[in-house]
């Protein structure tokens, strides 16, 4: 996001010619490196027209390229430097961009703090919350209120949205108002209706917390699960979400060395089915149950318990990961954990929720001569996040660019 009404007051280069360093009207400090100012420049010659090209060949530039001259343009930073392939050429920076983008340790603090909207969830929120919710008539034909139904989400991690029509793949027509559908192994859409299958999901069986499909090397950003029938006959089947940020930073700060554990030692995941009919398979993937970024943020959760596979790790790393699992584990069980929501699902409700945040669980039910029958999908996280931003941008509202948990802070 722009800054906007800012100013140079003053420029000067180092000594040594790597530095720019500028003073701006508020009296804030920048120092932009030679080779960042030149590979940024504006200038209609270096700018590029397509997306997917660029003008400016990073490699020929000489390790040692430095700022010859800066000086103040009409709006603009105005920089040469030692060596270009363009000749006279002079490197072109506006103002607001430029201020925008400053990387100095304020500046960077202050944009993954503000695009954290997951821990400022958690900061504000001391004791358990409603389920966000809203009426599909809200949303069906509303701008405003999908852009409602997508904030709830940003926030919490999950939405659930109530009265969404009982027709057959209503999920998919749903999902495809946020982006395309993710395929997984079992196609575009999965029925939840119990029936002989080797997978807990597919009987009346109770399922502990987990992330779907944590096999794949992507996992899918977000679940969709649309109550078709949920019988008042039917007796259990309560779902539970948990906002594994919320565990996981608290798992930082009591046991920080079991927390280091989950950094460095993988967990392993696999889906080995050579006798399945449809298609067989064979899934096997090692990742870390908690990623941290070049911010030294919490990015990313990788957690299913149901499909880790035996270990595959060095010796001198079997005890400290179990001892982590377990510590990580008895927190996921406290139960007045803000990032915990329980709700029954009602005929009609759809629930839409982060697979890369939440983790998810079902008690074990009985029919009763009643019906329960789910239908979901996946989609794409990135396309979410698309859309809000989007959508914002078409309502004429200011949105900083959300924190999500597709492994960036940016």
Request: contains cysteine.
């Amino acid at each position: 996001m722009l800054v906007s009404k800012v100013s140079i007051s003053e420029v000067q280069v180092s000594l040594d010619g790597k530095v720019c360093e500028v003073k701006w009207s508020d009296d804030h400090i920048s120092r932009f490196h030679a080779k960042w100012l030149r590979f940024n420049c504006h200038c209609s010659q270096c700018y590029p027209e397509l997306s997917g090209i660029y003008k400016v060949d990073f490699p020929q530039f000489p390790d040692d390229t430095k700022l010859t001259e800066a000086s103040i343009g009409d709006n603009a930073l105005l920089t040469k430097h030692s060596w270009d392939i363009m000749e006279n050429h002079t490197t072109t920076q506006p103002f607001e961009w430029l201020r925008s983008f400053c990387y100095c340790d304020i500046c960077l603090s202050s944009l993954v703090k503000s695009r954290d909207i997951i821990s400022t969830h958690f900061e504000n929120t001391k004791v358990q919350q409603d389920i966000p919710t809203i009426d599909y008539s809200e949303m069906k034909d509303n701008d405003v209120g999908l852009y409602s139904m997508l904030q709830k989400f940003m926030e919490s991690g999950f939405c659930k949205i109530s009265n969404v029509p009982c027709e057959d793949k209503m999920v998919l027509q749903f999902a495809r108002r946020f982006g395309p559908i993710r395929e997984t192994i079992y196609g575009e859409m999965f029925d939840v209706l119990p029936h002989n299958s080797i997978n807990v999901a597919y009987t009346c069986k109770g399922i502990p917390l987990h992330m779907d499909q944590q096999t794949y090397e992507h996992t899918p950003g977000i679940e969709l699960l649309h109550a078709l029938r949920f019988d008042d006959e039917v007796s259990g089947g309560v779902s539970t979400l948990l906002d594994m940020f919320q565990v996981a930073e608290i798992f930082r700060k009591e046991s920080p060395e079991d927390f280091k554990t989950f950094l460095e030692v993988p967990a392993c995941f696999n889906t080995i089915d050579y006798k399945r009919k449809e298609v067989p398979l064979y899934f096997e993937v090692q990742k870390h149950h908690i990623v941290l970024d070049y911010y030294d943020k919490i990015v990313a959760v990788n957690w299913h318990a149901g499909f880790a596979s035996t270990l595959r790790i060095k010796e001198k790393d079997v005890e400290r990961y179990y001892k982590a699992h377990r510590k990580f584990s008895m927190i996921m069980q406290r139960e007045k954990l803000v990032g915990r929501f329980r709700f029954r699902l009602r005929t009609g409700d759809l629930v839409f929720f982060n697979n890369r945040r939440m983790t998810h669980a079902t008690d074990g039910f009985t029919n009763n001569g009643g019906i329960r029958h789910l239908q979901g999908c996946y989609l794409n996280l990135d396309e979410c996040k698309s859309k809000y931003m989007t959508l914002a941008n078409k309502l004429g509202l200011e949105v900083t660019p959300p924190k999500v948990g597709n492994a960036s802070s940016i």
